[in-house]
């Protein structure tokens, strides 16, 4: 079984700031990691998948790095819209999410 | 656009059983594998089942193996979960998720494209 494991759990920023958030696996996934974004009452939304490709519609603000098991999904500059939680997802295996990592205005 | 709109949710006792379906429309609904993905109240998300774009692939995560059946009708643009023996940690809203599908093989499916807005299921004395 993979495991992920986002950090950290809670992300305070303020709008313009910069996030990064990780996620790790346990043993490797290669490049078959997504990123979801999810707003209280709302459905996930695929944002980078493959590891580091914006789905359609997806601003340039958001980027993906990483390989093997340490993945980086990175805000350049936070919009008011941006704070939501936020999803990891591997394929490699049977899919498995991240626990979540919850980015909060400071 | 693509809409997925799951209904069959609703508040049932511990070992009924319940049908979900997703109505399925603004793409080729017969060309993709499809999941079924589950959030139970206030935590994380739990992939559930695969089915590929032809029906004849079905996979399912261990905690509903054995309870849980996917299956889809290509001809109505429809897709299924079928659950049986319910239990209480099977509460949660049950999202029809479409796969990316950028190679058919089901081998590389797991990257879910479009989400439905989830129907709650209940499973409650």
């Known amino acids: 079984e993979i495991v992920l494991t986002q950090s950290p759990a809670t992300l305070s920023l303020s709008p313009g700031e910069r996030a990064t958030l990780s996620c790790r696996a346990n043993?490797?996934?290669?490049?078959?990691l997504a990123w979801y974004q999810q707003k209280p009452g709302q459905a996930p939304r695929l944002l980078i998948y493959?590891?580091?490709n914006r789905a359609t519609g997806i601003p340039a603000r958001f980027s993906g790095s990483g390989s093997g098991t340490d993945f980086t999904l990175t805000i350049s500059s936070l919009e008011s819209e941006d704070f939501a939680v936020y999803y990891c997802?591997?394929?490699?295996?049977?899919?498995?999410f991240g626990q979540g990592t919850k980015l909060e205005i400071k | 656009q693509v809409q997925l709109v799951e209904s069959g949710g609703g508040v049932v006792q511990p070992g009924r059983s319940l049908r979900l379906s997703c109505a399925a429309s603004?793409?080729?609904?017969?060309?993709?594998?499809m999941h079924w993905v589950r959030q139970a109240p206030g935590k994380g998300l739990e992939w559930v089942a695969i089915v590929s774009y032809d029906g004849r692939n079905k996979y399912y995560g261990e905690s509903v193996k054995g309870r849980f059946t996917i299956s889809r009708e290509n001809s109505k643009n429809t897709l299924y979960l079928q659950m049986n023996s319910l239990r209480a940690e099977d509460t949660a809203v049950y999202y029809c998720v479409k796969d990316l599908g950028l190679d058919p093989s089901i081998a590389a499916a797991g990257t879910f494209e479009y989400w439905g807005q989830g129907t709650l299921v209940t499973v409650s004395p």
């Open positions: 493959d590891a580091s």
């Open positions: 997802q591997q394929r490699s295996n049977w899919p498995s």
């Open positions: 043993q490797s996934v290669s490049s078959d």
């Open positions: 603004g793409f080729i609904f017969r060309s993709y594998a």
